[in-house]
């Protein structure tokens, strides 16, 4: 089965390439299509483009912006079928989990409509005669990066937040998974946006970054991705003092009290461990359960694994499909091995499955040293590590012993424990007796090397914002 070939969208128009590359199905290896690869000539005119595209949106009415946002997602929501497709074929996940990506990209598109009408400023108290007046206004073109975890879902959180705040965007999504931003833009286009607010490029990704964040009309950078790249960016973008919003790497940990149900929490944190293969910066995977709970919770988690379904995201009896490539083989195969070096226990999985495809199974080691690979690195595939604490104590100062601090959870029955868990916790995100790190009306992002800013929520449209203060006598 095959996609359309991907091409760049640049001032409304699409644009072929000379040089393109290929787009693999990570279910079968085969090429489904290929992605455009932008030269300087099509970087510099996307620059000319939102330059023009922002002067025009900046004087749209936030209540025309939302009504084109929400337009835009309400067609989304009608192609869902279509989209959900195409990003099953490139990215591997299955088409429940491609559906649920959709629907979560429109909820990101339909707050950010909402908040676009509601970015409030004040008019601060002042002497007879004077008026202090603060304004929000729409910072400039937005250069921003989406990974190619979630095809349609990142970028559109990128987006949203540009477009409500009155920017204009070009966007470098994933060349590996170009197609969920494709079809965003064919919505935009159908719901009337201007040519230019809205730019999409695909390529090497330093020469875009390194052509794009140096330009003066470029005010902004919004990436998502691993943590090194985003250093990177973020040295670049502070050369010329532009702000860089950073959604990176984590290692979430999962604390599991004393007090907790172990089987409700080993069948939760299973189900939830193994979504889109375990590729998610969100993704528990440093399990820390209580000693007097461990064994219960260790069968549960396996034997709800055992469940688990690996196959092609198309067949409807799956319920996980491949991991992105083979590079994450290689990566969770070593993890694996040094982790058993050490002397962990392998519980089930640990190596590539003998079919075509990146097919890696659901996997989980017991008992790990401090000093294992993987209780450093985040795997970012379906691997989960679980070990024994004695005390709360023990779990949040583990949980807390890396430099990330994305997404924390923790299970118990106590308000006294909740009350530990959220103020000891270091993450921008903490959830209690729930595995869903964030929804479109919350804030997110992370604290440490997880990253700079938040995405979502009331919070979401600040970095595409400056803050302009006016002094007003009245004469």
Not at 253 to 276: F, H, L, M, Q, T
């Amino acid at each position: 089965m095959q996609i359309s070939d991907v091409r760049l969208f640049i001032g409304g128009e699409w644009r072929k390439t000379k040089e393109t590359l290929p787009i693999i199905n990570p279910a079968d290896e085969q090429m489904i299509g290929t992605v455009a690869v932008a030269e300087t000539s099509d970087l510099e005119a996307a620059v000319n483009a939102a330059a023009e595209g922002f002067r025009v949106w900046s004087r749209t009415s936030p209540a025309e912006r939302a009504r084109i946002m929400l337009k835009a997602a309400a067609l989304m929501r009608e192609r869902i079928e279509e989209i959900a497709l195409s990003i099953t074929l490139e990215n591997g996940k299955t088409l429940n989990e491609a559906r649920l990506e959709v629907i979560r990209g429109c909820e990101f598109f339909e707050w950010d409509a909402g908040e676009a009408v509601r970015f409030y400023g004040r008019v601060i108290p002042s002497a007879p005669g004077i008026r202090y007046i603060v304004l929000h206004e729409p910072i400039g073109p937005v250069a921003g990066f989406a990974p190619w975890n979630f095809p349609m879902s990142q970028p559109a959180r990128k987006i949203a937040g540009a477009l409500a705040a009155g920017c204009s965007i070009i966007l470098k999504s994933s060349e590996e998974t170009p197609t969920g931003a494709t079809h965003i833009a064919r919505a935009f286009v159908d719901a009337g946006l201007p040519a230019g607010v809205l730019n999409l490029v695909y390529g090497i990704p330093s020469r875009i970054s390194e052509f794009l964040i140096p330009r003066p009309e470029i005010r902004a950078i919004a990436f998502t991705g691993s943590t090194p790249v985003g250093k990177h960016l973020t040295e670049l973008a502070a050369r010329y003092m532009k702000p860089a919003l950073m959604e990176l790497g984590g290692h979430a940990p999962v604390v599991v009290c004393e007090d907790a149900d172990p089987v409700a929490a080993g069948i939760a944190s299973a189900s939830r461990k193994y979504r889109n293969a375990g590729q998610v910066c969100t993704s528990p995977t440093r399990f820390f359960v209580h000693e007097a709970l461990y064994d219960r919770f260790v069968t549960a988690f396996t034997e709800t694994a055992a469940k688990v379904r690996v196959g092609n995201g198309l067949d409807p009896e799956t319920t996980m499909g491949p991991v992105a490539n083979n590079r994450r083989i290689a990566a969770l195969e070593e993890l694996v091995a040094d982790a058993q070096s050490r002397g962990a226990r392998l519980l089930f999985g640990g190596s590539r499955l003998k079919n075509n495809g990146y097919f890696f199974p659901p996997t989980a080691l017991a008992d790990l040293p401090d000093d294992a690979r993987v209780m450093r690195e985040e795997p970012f595939g379906p691997l989960a590590v679980i070990n024994p604490v004695v005390s709360i104590e023990e779990a949040i100062d583990k949980a807390n012993s890396l430099p990330f601090g994305l997404a924390a959870y923790g299970f118990t029955n106590s308000v006294a424990n909740a009350d530990r868990l959220m103020s000891g916790l270091e993450a921008g995100n903490i959830s209690i007796n729930t595995l869903e790190a964030s929804v479109a009306e919350t804030p997110f992002g992370g604290v440490k090397e997880s990253g700079l800013g938040r995405e979502g929520g009331t919070e979401g449209l600040h970095h595409y914002t400056v803050v302009k203060n006016v002094s007003c006598r009245i004469l």
